[in-house]
């Protein structure tokens, strides 16, 4: 009996050894081990052995239980880590890979067309010998709206919707809101400088803004300001043509219209013809053939003297430029949306570097 018990556990090695599926090994177990197993079947004849034979067999099968039952347990637990090795490795994502490797692949990452304008516009005005400036998402009423010679009771604040912070224990005047436009960063960059500078200042605003193809909730504007001793007019005209000449390569044609902002005296709205239908009208320009890129003007005296600055010694101008609605016009986009998108179709069409 006890050569059957050992014969049973050399066949069982032998067939555990080839087996990779965690349910066969267990089909082997109960093969062996069931109730009709081999081993229990082999043990059944014990009840005709002899008492000294029994104190010999029983160990014996007690034995050979506990070393199938071990090799099952090491099977299972193999098999369970090459499934798991095996899906690390499907799945590996190799961070060393390098830009040629990609190139062979033909993957290839890109910037946002967003990206690719705020860079330009920034490199185009940098030559001019203008700075770069930053300023937080979350500001206060004071920089976005007092300062900028718009106080609370002004009906100019209905003119952007805004997302306000409800936080009650701030002092009246100093609530939180996300920024509506970049004119916050010429109250920062004021202060934080004697004059004569110019800078400009990109990045995104938010408005509580009913969406359509030329509006969005978060979008981009491209703040600029220049204070100095007898600026005019036309310095302001000038850096504007200049710039757009050389967004687009080509002379745009542009038109002035006067338009009012609290914080400019005068002010004016700078279109330019819809680069999307070359003026014959589309959604983009709702059908005028004129698209509204850049409002702007001479700095009110308030605004200036909120930025320490000194209006009868100094004045300037300044400009925001919608970054999105340019965007639209050098690429040919006809709905603002797509900005936001994140859809994958859309992005990698800007396949510069
Ligand atoms: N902050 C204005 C807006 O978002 C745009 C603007 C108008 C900016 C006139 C200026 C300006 O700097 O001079 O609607």
């Not at 347990?73 to 090459?82: H, K, Q, R, S």
């Amino acid at each position: 009996m006890i050569n059957k018990l050992e014969s049973a556990l050399v066949s069982f090695k032998s067939e555990i050894a080839s087996l990779v599926k965690q349910a066969d090994v267990l089909n082997l177990k109960a093969k062996y081990l069931g109730k009709q197993g081999e081993i229990s079947e082999i043990l059944k004849s014990l009840k005709d052995a002899t008492v000294e034979e029994k104190k010999l067999i029983g160990p014996k099968a007690n034995e050979i239980k506990d070393t199938i039952l071990k090799l099952v347990d090491e099977t299972l637990a193999n098999i369970e880590l090459n499934e798991i090795n095996e899906k690390l490795q499907a799945n590996r994502i190799d961070i060393s890979l390098t830009d040629d490797m990609l190139e062979k692949k033909n993957v290839h990452g890109g910037f946002h067309p967003r990206t690719l304008i705020r860079q330009e516009v920034e490199d185009i005005f940098l030559s001019m010998g203008f700075e770069v400036l930053d300023g937080p998402h979350i500001e206060t009423e004071f920089y976005n709206f007092e300062a900028l010679n718009i106080p609370g009771d002004h009906p100019a604040r209905d003119m952007q919707d805004t997302f306000w912070f409800r936080d009650e224990s701030s002092p009246e005047g100093n609530k939180h809101l996300l920024r509506t436009h970049t004119s916050t960063i010429q109250i920062r960059g004021m202060m934080d400088r004697k004059p004569p500078f110019k800078f400009i200042a990109p990045g995104t605003v938010f408005r509580c803004e009913r969406t359509d193809a030329s509006h969005e909730m978060v979008f981009q504007q491209l703040e600029g300001m220049m204070v100095g001793e007898n600026i005019s007019v036309s310095n302001l005209i000038y850096f504007m043509k200049q710039t757009l000449k050389e967004i687009f390569k080509r002379d745009v044609e542009v038109r002035l219209r006067p338009g009012f902002f609290p914080f400019v005296e005068p002010g004016f709205e700078l279109d330019i013809r819809c680069q999307v239908c070359a003026g014959k009208g589309c959604s983009v320009c709702k059908q005028v053939g004129w698209v509204e890129l850049l409002p702007c003007g001479m700095v009110h005296p308030n605004v200036l003297r909120a930025g320490g600055v000194d209006p009868e010694k100094y004045n300037g101008f300044a400009f925001g430029l919608g970054l999105d609605r340019l965007v639209m016009m050098k690429y040919g986009i006809e709905d603002i949306r797509h900005l936001q998108s994140g859809d994958l179709r859309f992005n990698s069409q800007f396949k510069e570097y």
